[in-house]
């Protein structure tokens, strides 16, 4: 044998076979320029004994020996020996089974009484430089995978023979789980995936395994262990296949994106609001000119954004409003950052018209202004319906005249004026006598007109302090807010009676009402709501009783009859 360089190696020699052991010593011994020290055990207990105290560069190892045999024998010497190199001594010749050892974790299958003392050592060397080689891989494997979840990724290590996966704890805790929580198996992860993104992972995959794709990457969701779903990147490389190309082992990472996907959703969902809400929107830098509008802003003034891009919104004022209106408005802006209220403004065709705005001024992390935004709403015909809503609200819809709601709004005020001034006023409830005959024989619209006909004519017997006030059906009320005395009150109310005992003329027929009146003086027959009217109405029914076309003033103990 020809040697170029020396070699030493200290050998664990595991053979319950005196004979067996004998000859390979002997075999060693042949080798020029090398140097074995060779330590023999006879059993699989014996070697874990040693290999837990001394220090052998490499372990040849018997499959049939006292306490262990076949495949086991390796497992448990491979579990044992860490790196260190394997070889497997056997008296049997196969293929099949040598594969199983060497996948068991040998590095190399020798077949008693089948080599030379040049085999043997070139087997060593070799298992030796494997071993070696694996251990820089395994370091540099490491180095990855610190560098990998250094940067937050989670590793996974997918044997695609065997399902087997590895999943780095990184990975784990990305989903919530302790690092014995989850299986080394590809289930752990395929039912874990979303799934509406299960069919397009599987896809991906078998495109990437069958070279349609060139890579793996993949953004899906994976249920987290409370029950959430989390968006991950999943990337993934083979870096082993068989003879024919199958894929043996992919390795690959996912990365938590979760963060990422819900700024892009709320990017998403503040842009479709920026786009669709009703308010116009307009976005200016901290030198006040436009940078953004939005299409309600286009809706409110006709501008377009390429027609105000870089402006100064105040090309759109109207000319309303005075340098201090808009010196308080930027004054109120810096002091507490907003301001809100009515402006007048002018839109592309000149037209003026009036917004409600809220302006908010956008600040950096040191409290710069960076940009102010403006929403503001077109509330024109808004302001121009107010009194037509509020005139519904407080008037009666046949007659126009103030409802209940607004008479004893008036009422109340009279009364607290009437108090603070020491002074007088007077209520008093009319009623159209047989008017339910007319609107029965005659019609609701006949009736209808009868009322304001009856309106018209009560109006035109007060002042323009006094209200007339239609509180429902035929019934009325009139407030005379100021009187001298109780004969102020009498005289409006014998002028009422007497128009309402007029005809009325009304789609050529001449009809003849009356009408029953009572009155009620403040401070003498009541000094609250309840009381004035009360006793009105009590006096319009005594009116009625004696014979209806009559106007009574409320005394004391009037009593209606049952």
């Known amino acids: 044998m020809n040697m170029k360089h020396s070699f030493s190696c200290r050998i664990l020699l595991v053979e319950d076979d005196a004979s067996d052991a004998h000859l390979l010593r002997q075999l060693l011994k042949q080798v020029a320029d090398s140097t074995f020290d060779v330590i023999w055990v006879k059993s699989l207990a014996e070697a874990l004994d040693h290999l837990k105290t001394d220090g052998p560069d490499i372990v040849l190892l018997d499959l049939t020996l006292p306490d262990s045999s076949g495949l086991k024998t390796v497992q448990a010497g491979r579990a044992a020996a860490g790196m260190l190199p394997l070889i497997v001594l056997t008296g049997h010749d196969d293929a099949d089974f040598a594969l199983q050892t060497l996948e068991a974790g040998a590095q190399d299958y020798l077949i008693k009484g089948a080599f030379e003392a040049d085999d043997l050592v070139r087997a060593i060397r070799y298992a030796m430089s494997r071993a070696k080689l694996e251990q820089r891989l395994s370091e540099a494997e490491e180095r990855w995978r610190f560098a990998l979840e250094g940067a937050g990724d989670g590793i996974w290590d997918w044997d695609v023979l065997t399902g087997e996966v590895k999943y780095s704890s990184r990975l784990k805790a990305m989903l919530g789980y302790g690092e014995n929580e989850m299986q080394d198996r590809i289930e752990e992860w395929t039912i874990r995936i979303h799934p509406e993104d299960a069919e397009q992972v599987n896809s991906d995959v078998q495109a990437y395994f069958e070279g349609r794709s060139p890579v793996y990457a993949r953004e899906h969701r994976l249920r987290c262990k409370n029950g959430k779903w ?18 043996l082992r992919m390795i690959g990472t996912f990365t938590d994106i979760d963060w990422l996907k ?44 390429e027609d105000v891009s870089g402006r100064n919104p105040s090309m759109l004022a109207s000319g309303r409003h005075g340098e201090v209106f808009y010196h308080d408005l930027w004054e109120k802006l810096g002091r507490e950052g907003g301001w809100c209220g009515e402006i007048w403004n002018r839109r592309k065709d000149g037209e003026a018209y009036i917004e409600w705005a809220s302006i908010k001024q956008v600040t950096d992390a040191q409290g710069k202004p960076t940009h102010y935004v403006a929403a503001f709403s077109d509330i024109t015909v808004r302001k121009a319906n107010e009194e037509n809503i509020r005139h519904q609200a ?24 009437a108090k603070r001034d020491k002074a007088r006023l007077a209520l008093m409830y009319v009623d159209l006598d047989r008017f339910k005959q007319i609107n029965d024989s005659l019609g609701h619209t006949i009736g209808d007109l009868v009322l304001q006909q009856a309106a018209e004519r009560m109006q035109g017997c007060v002042r323009e302090v006094d209200t ?25 109310a014998e002028k009422i009676r007497q128009v ?52 009574k003033i409320y005394t004391q103990g009037m009593q209606v009859k049952d």
């Open 500 to 551: 309402l005992c007029q005809p009325f003329e009304i789609s050529g027929q001449s009809l003849k009402l009356s009408s029953s009146i009572g009155i009620a003086i403040y401070p003498d027959h009541g000094t609250s709501e309840d009381e004035i009217t009360g006793n009105a109405d009590i006096a319009m029914y005594i009116a009625k009783e004696a014979g209806r076309d009559n106007v």
């Open 230 to 247: 989390k968006w991950v990147l999943d990337r993934g490389k083979v870096v082993s296949r068989d003879a024919a190309g199958k894929p």
């Open 394 to 417: 407080q008037y009666d819809a046949l007659t126009d005249l103030p409802n209940r709601v607004l008479l004893f709004d008036r009422l109340q005020q009279a009364l607290a004026q």
């Open 262 to 305: 819900q700024a892009e959703e709320l990017s998403r969902l503040s842009n479709t609001v920026f786009n669709t809400v009703d308010e116009a929107l307009l976005v200016t830098d901290a030198n006040n000119r436009i940078v953004m509008v939005n299409p309600s802003f286009t809706r409110v003034t006709g501008y377009t954004f």
């Open 468 to 492: 007339v006030a239609r509180i429902g059906g035929d019934e009325f009320i009139v407030l005379l807010p100021i009187i001298e005395n109780d004969e102020d009150a009498l005289i409006v």
